[in-house]
Nanobody
């Protein structure tokens, strides 16, 4: 059983930057593809970014964050990161880290991830 714990989010002005981290325990971290999702009030949870298992480092982003956000992982620290730059008010949401099925490929669907962090609020003011 994998447990995921996210860092605190925060409040930032539009155009600013923020880095989220998520640390895993209870499993062999490097086996799991990792992802970030977000959920704004009144909206469904949506895919943000994912990174492949192992050390390959393949990534995939939603169109809404491509070029602004960067996902990375440190397998020695059991941690996945989301660097968010050029933030916009529409990025305001609760952000969730997630772990997919061991050794599986790139996935963007909520149902394709088995383990979830507790969620952390990111608020971008205009």
């Amino acid at each position: 059983q994998v447990q995921l714990r996210s860092s605190w989010g925060g409040l930032v002005q539009a155009g600013g930057s923020l880095r989220l981290s998520c640390t895993a325990s209870g499993g062999t971290f490097r086996r799991y593809p990792m992802a970030w999702f977000r959920q704004a009030p009144g909206k469904e949870r949506e895919f943000v970014a994912t990174i492949s298992w192992g050390s390959d480092g393949s990534t995939y982003y939603s169109d809404s964050v491509k070029g602004r956000f960067t996902i990375s992982r440190d397998n020695a620290r059991n941690t996945v990161y989301l660097q968010m730059n050029s933030l916009k008010p529409q990025d305001t949401a609760v952000y969730y880290c997630a772990a997919g099925r061991p050794f599986s490929g790139i996935a963007t669907g909520v149902h394709e991830y088995d383990y979830w962090g507790q969620g952390t609020q990111v608020t971008v003011s205009s």
